[in-house]
């Protein structure tokens, strides 16, 4: 008994030693640093749009961007962040992302989304999910459940299925609006809505995330850059992250995501100057933007359309919602 007794005791106190160096590092780790980017999308949203439509897109913005602060603030991940302020906007019918997604050429709603951490690279995304609610949430299981990066179709749609996240009937992602500008899409200039989200967490952490319906009309099958990792997504956390609107395949021919982080680390660029590299001289004028930041917290949203919709907050107080240059 008395042993018995005494093997409790150690078993008790080894827990206890345990948990004391693990809170322990838990302190250490927070930096009180945080940032969190997000974007609806780069296009054509034209200044002069109704105040109330303007309104709604603002303070979605505003609402995405307070849960993303509320987790990064209270010390959670920028994992959780990316994956909860996406999951908003994909809710949210005003955006190209789950709810809302663009009309293929048939009718139909095909999603994209992807996913990746910048502490180890590791990467999940999914592409033409037709039943998916919210497709970034089965990016990052992917991610965290299977050896694989990239599920297409409906292969992907299984895999959501067997995970148990939340299925819907693919009319569900209809929206009146989009449908009238689907309607009228034989227009060259789309507006955008794609949603994207990079988050720098207090342990240094950084996550980026995108998740789009990708372009209004395209055809059954087409796969944009959202779902690509190094093309719309990327995150490294000795360099960035980054997360990509536009048209998906100047995006996909420039390898914008990765060509960003590519700079910093092989030429030593600064953020501003890699990003400016890519979206001002590589890629040609009117293809789309990025939200972008750095392992610092330094943060650029460069676009080469004539709006996009992001925002921005941190640990130093900014907190930012715009649309177009100069608002
Ligand atoms: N990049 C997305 C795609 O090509 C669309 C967008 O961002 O507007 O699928």
């Given at each position: 008994m008395y042993r018995l007794n005494q093997i409790i005791f150690s078993i008790l106190f080894f827990l206890l030693f345990v948990l004391q160096i693990d809170s322990n590092l838990y302190a250490q780790q927070l930096s009180g640093k945080y940032t969190i980017v997000i974007h609806g999308g780069a296009g054509y949203?034209?200044?002069?749009?109704p105040e109330e439509l303007k309104q709604q897109y603002i303070s979605s913005l505003t609402e995405a961007l307070n849960i993303g602060k509320k987790i990064l603030a209270n010390g959670g991940t920028s994992l959780d962040a990316v994956e909860k302020v996406i999951n908003y906007l994909e809710n949210?019918?005003?955006?190209?992302?789950?709810?809302?997604a663009v009309f293929t050429s048939e009718g139909k709603h095909e999603l994209d989304a992807s996913i990746m951490q910048g502490k180890d690279l590791s990467s999940g995304a999914v592409t033409g999910?037709?039943?998916?609610?919210n497709p970034i949430s089965l990016s990052r299981l992917v991610m965290e459940k299977?050896?694989?990066i990239l599920f297409a179709g409906k292969g992907a749609d299984d895999l959501g299925i067997q995970f148990g996240v939340d299925v819907v009937p693919n009319?569900?992602?209809?929206?009146s609006t989009q449908y009238q500008k689907w309607l009228n899409?034989?227009?060259?200039k789309q507006q955008g809505e794609t949603v994207g989200c990079v988050a720098l967490d207090q342990y240094g952490n950084i996550t980026a995330g995108t998740s789009t319906g990708g372009?209004?009309?395209?055809?059954?099958g087409r796969v944009g850059d959202s779902p690509l990792i190094n093309a719309g997504t990327y995150a490294n956390n000795n360099t960035c992250g980054v997360s990509a609107t536009g048209w998906g395949e100047l995006f996909i021919k420039n390898t914008v995501a990765f060509n960003i982080s590519a700079l910093m680390e092989y030429?030593?660029?600064t953020l501003k100057q890699a990003c400016d590299e890519m979206i001002y001289k590589r890629l040609p004028e009117e293809s789309g933007g990025i939200v972008a930041l750095d392992k610092d917290g330094n943060y650029e949203m460069p676009f080469n359309t004539i709006s996009m919709m992001r925002a921005v907050a941190n640990s130093k107080g900014e907190f930012k919602i715009e649309i177009w240059n100069n608002n």
């Open positions: 949203f034209p200044k002069d749009s949210n019918f005003l955006f190209n992302a789950g709810k809302g999910v037709t039943i998916i609610k299977t050896d694989h009319s569900y992602f209809h929206d899409s034989r227009l060259p372009r209004q009309n395209k055809m059954p030429k030593g660029y």
